[in-house]
């Protein structure tokens, strides 16, 4: 798989990063323009100079798990990735995880994959961090939106309100509104203090 790098007035990428046979399923870029991360199938996270593509400067381990969610906290020097049903926070200098948290089924909550998923696992499918705050917003395969401090010294709020797995999240500009969009077909705009305002259907299908 590769990733590209892509200058809006310009057909073809400026760069490519190479990632071999991978599928590159996430990337995100650095608060300061920087950096560029990507998350692979085979649960490779990788850090690269977009300037000089040719080889990751940094590469992250999830223990093989689908990297689904990547996104650069507002922190300096770290990164959060979601993989199977954990989120990470990482210190890229040191390439150490220095928080982890791993999610378990919600009460009510979709089992996704049916009997499939043997032990009812949620997993995170998407993932987004505030550039104003250090939260951390995740998408979950059972029907829920969560939001964690990066360090999980607390319980994760859970926002109830999708039918499916939730499959994507994103943040408005002022950091406490979400949108968040369902394989239930539809997108649920959230204020994290009071709860969902507003429902948007009208999508036939995922």
């Known amino acids: 798989g590769v990733g590209c790098v892509w200058s809006m007035d310009q057909p073809l990428p400026i760069a490519k990063l190479d990632h071999n046979k991978e599928a590159v399923l996430r990337c995100a870029w650095s608060p300061d323009g920087q ?7 085979t649960g490779r996270v990788r850090l690269w100079d977009p300037t000089r593509p040719v080889v990751p400067f940094t590469e992250l381990s999830c223990d093989d798990q689908q990297v689904f969610g990547i996104s650069f906290l507002s922190t300096p020097g770290r990164l959060v990735t979601g993989a199977g049903s ?9 390439q150490t995880a220095i928080s982890k948290h791993s999610m378990a089924l919600s009460e009510n909550g979709v089992v996704f994959g049916g009997v499939r998923n043997e032990d009812s696992s949620a997993y995170v499918f998407d993932l987004v961090c505030p550039t104003s705050s250090p939260a951390i917003v995740a998408a979950v395969s059972d029907g829920t939106v969560r939001v964690f401090d990066p360090a999980f010294s607390r319980p994760g709020a859970i ?3 999708h ?6 999240v994103v ?7 979400i949108v ?6 539809s997108a649920v705009v959230w204020d994290v203090r ?4 507003l429902r948007l259907e009208g999508h036939n299908g995922t």
């Not at 039918?163 to 994507?168: D, K, L, S, Y």
């Not at 968040?180 to 077909?185: I, K, L, R, T, V």
């Not at 009071?194 to 305002?197: D, N, S």
């Open 35 to 41: 950096m560029v991360a990507t998350g692979t199938d």
């Open 86 to 94: 954990d989120i990470t926070v990482w210190d890229i200098e040191t």
């Open 159 to 161: 926002l109830r309100g």
């Open 163 to 168: 039918a499916h797995g939730v499959t994507a």
């Open 171 to 177: 943040l408005g500009q002022s950091g406490t509104t």
């Open 180 to 185: 968040s969009a369902s394989a239930d077909s």
């Open 194 to 197: 009071r709860g969902p305002r």
